[in-house]
């Protein structure tokens, strides 16, 4: 690989880093052709991005990146395959779920940029798999703010109409 060629991808690393604000840091080596098609398949349909890149160049793209990577530089060592989501929590529960299946110790987790936030090592998966997505916390809100308005409306009507029957009805509640 020429230096141009070089510089050509740590500048499309450096772009795919700052579109991406999930992105996962693993290790497949040691994975047979089978497991191998298995996961990338897998990555496909769980829309995560699955690329084998070469940990000089990401170190590279990380320095160039405006994200602040933290420790992330310091676990490219050894075999390294970047994991890009739209979800912070799919590449875990893909991992998670890729592992229990195959009943195997890989993909192993390096590290993880999740929303500005740093993970690093595999003891962080079961963490990552907790995260929930900005949809769910949106689903959990929007069930949390509903409660108390459905607990009115059903006090107003079981109380009869008359007002001292709502008011006792709210203050049992």
């Known amino acids: 690989m020429t230096k141009e060629e070089k510089s050509v991808v740590i ?22 052709a089978e497991a191998t098609s298995d996961l990338r398949r897998a990555c496909f349909k769980s829309n995560i991005k699955l690329a084998v890149i070469k940990n000089t160049l990401l170190a590279k793209a990380m320095e160039a990146s405006d994200k602040d990577f933290g420790e992330l530089p310091e676990v490219l060592k050894g075999n390294t395959s970047l994991m890009l989501s739209e979800t912070g929590n799919a590449p875990a529960k893909l991992i998670k779920e890729f592992r229990k299946k195959k009943k195997a110790q890989k993909p ?18 079961d963490a990552l798999v907790d995260i929930k997505s900005r949809e769910e916390l949106i689903g959990e809100i929007v069930g949390l703010l509903q409660s108390p308005a459905k607990n009115v409306v059903s006090a107003l009507q079981s109380g009869g109409g008359k007002l001292a029957g709502i008011l006792k009805t709210l203050s049992e509640r």
């Open 11 to 32: 500048e499309e690393l450096t772009a795919q880093l700052a579109e991406n604000t999930n992105i996962y840091l693993t290790d497949i080596s040691g994975l047979n």
């Open 108 to 125: 192993l987790l390096k590290g993880a940029f999740i929303e500005s936030a740093v993970y690093v090592g595999d003891d962080q998966l």
